[in-house]
């Protein structure tokens, strides 16, 4: 999307776009860019100002930098209702909003959305996951919970700031979106997300604001993980305070999270469920397979991964390819990363992670299979592969899907975190490719493939 600026001032720009047949413009500040429809300015407008504000109270409050520009999307959809609001963001740059009228936009009291607080939140989650390595795994309700006591606090310090008369519909957002909400939920709710959100409240109120900002910094500075987040956090509350109590202010739920199940068939010890398995020979390799090698679809998922599973025949093997068919959206160039192949056991464990670089995918929007060699490990029985990219709605790689399988073998999944059933049947285009482990069974590897795939043929009713 091209822009051309037609009015510049020492503090707003503002340009037309081109969209359909819906004219699109876009406004710039000191830290934000607002792209919005016309019939939505005066709300764009009041955005811009709050977002700007937002940014630099982050400096301010907490020390946490963002990156600038902070790009604010707004489209309308009305065919999706005129309640209709949806908020969200990539976690690096972008922001995202959708609404199907001006009703959403509306302050909280005549049913609109928590409007400025949700700016404040969405920037909250870029300050956090735009210096974390992976955002899977983070524990339930600390992402949005950390995300919603700074936006809690960001909003009643925009309301002191800058007041009611902001936003278009003016409304004390402090008392009903800010920290008088939730200081209220805090008394009532004890949900993860609402235990997240006190653990943040509790440091603040007992060692002070600068406190929390520096454990926070000093968390974010290493570039956890998901799984690494809530951990590193302690280890900095515990070496900024000087007080090992500090760490019981993070409740245990959260330092020992339970890998969350919800699929039909968890044990995938059952012969039965890898109806479809596709086994041949490739070089003296054999390759296992579900899909046909036409794509169905594509799928990108943020905070998870794709996983699948299968089933070795009699033998020592070990696991020495995985192939996939996918295409790389986002940026003309790869990001300068690597994302993750996991082989895990029949229980969701992981037995070995491996990585390999985006830049295989160079071309942008180029579909292809690509074959990526891992270290020859040993595979159980029955197994998972689990391949995440970590993506964002501006980066990421799309993982192709074929539709034309007889049952589901195939997971949003990742591990240490979730293990989910696709919401259709169908499986991903993920093939992994093993060898004979050992001299016995290299010579009888034939005999065993055919045993299994006459046992799964068998097993089909």
Request: net charge neutral; charged share 25%; aromatic share 12%.
């Amino acid at each position: 999307m091209r822009w051309c600026e037609v009015l510049l001032t020492t503090l707003l720009a503002v340009s037309t776009i081109a969209a359909g047949q819906e004219e699109v413009k876009a406004i710039k500040g000191k830290h934000i860019v607002v792209e919005y429809p016309v019939k939505l300015e005066r709300y764009a407008k009041a955005f811009l100002q709050i977002g700007d504000a937002a940014w630099d109270a982050y400096r301010e409050l907490y020390n946490l930098p963002l990156p600038e520009p902070i790009e604010l999307q707004i489209r309308l959809v009305p065919e999706k209702g005129e309640r209709f609001a949806s908020l969200w963001t990539d976690g690096q740059k972008f922001i995202f909003l959708k609404v199907g009228s001006e009703k959403p936009l509306l302050a909280p009291t005549k049913g609109g959305a928590h409007n400025v607080y949700g700016i404040c939140h969405e920037l909250a989650h870029i300050a956090i996951y735009h210096r974390m390595t992976q955002v899977a795994r983070i524990p339930e309700g600390i992402a949005e919970g950390w995300t919603y006591y700074f936006g809690s606090v960001i909003t009643s310090h925009l309301f002191e700031k800058l007041g009611a008369q902001v936003y278009p519909d003016p409304h004390n957002y402090h008392e009903t979106s800010g920290m008088a909400r939730l200081l209220r939920q805090l008394e009532t709710r004890r949900d993860p997300q609402t235990l997240a959100a006190k653990i943040l409240y509790d440091v603040e109120r007992k060692y002070g604001r600068q406190v929390l900002s520096e454990a926070l910094n000093r968390t974010l500075s290493q570039r956890p993980s998901g799984h690494e987040l809530v951990a590193k956090f302690v280890e900095a509350l515990v070496a900024v305070t000087n007080d090992p109590q500090a760490k019981a202010l993070v409740p245990e739920q959260f330092l020992k999270p339970q890998v969350r199940i919800e699929t039909e068939f968890p044990d995938i010890t059952q012969k039965r469920l890898y109806y479809g398995l596709k086994m041949e020979w490739h070089e003296g390799l054999l390759q296992l397979r579900y899909d046909d090698g036409e794509k169905d679809g594509q799928w990108s998922i943020a905070g998870s991964g794709h996983g699948i599973i299968f089933v070795k025949p009699e033998g020592k093997w070990q696991l020495v390819a995985v192939e996939f068919y996918g295409a790389r959206y986002g940026a003309l160039q790869p990001p300068d990363e690597d994302f993750s192949i996991f082989l895990c056991n029949e229980k969701f464990e992981v037995i070995r992670e491996f990585r390999a670089p985006y830049s295989l995918f160079a071309q942008r929007g180029e579909w292809k299979w690509e074959r990526i060699s891992v270290e020859p490990t040993e595979v159980p029985d029955f197994f998972y592969i689990v391949i995440a990219f970590n993506p964002t709605a501006t980066k990421g790689i799309y993982m192709a899907y074929d539709a034309d399988v007889p049952r589901s073998h195939s997971r949003k999944a990742f591990p240490g975190s979730h293990l989910m059933d696709t919401e259709k049947t169908y499986d991903w285009m993920i093939r992994c490719y093993l060898r004979p482990a050992d001299e016995q069974t290299r010579q009888q590897a034939k005999e065993a493939v055919k045993r299994l795939q006459s046992e799964i043929e068998a097993l089909k009713q």
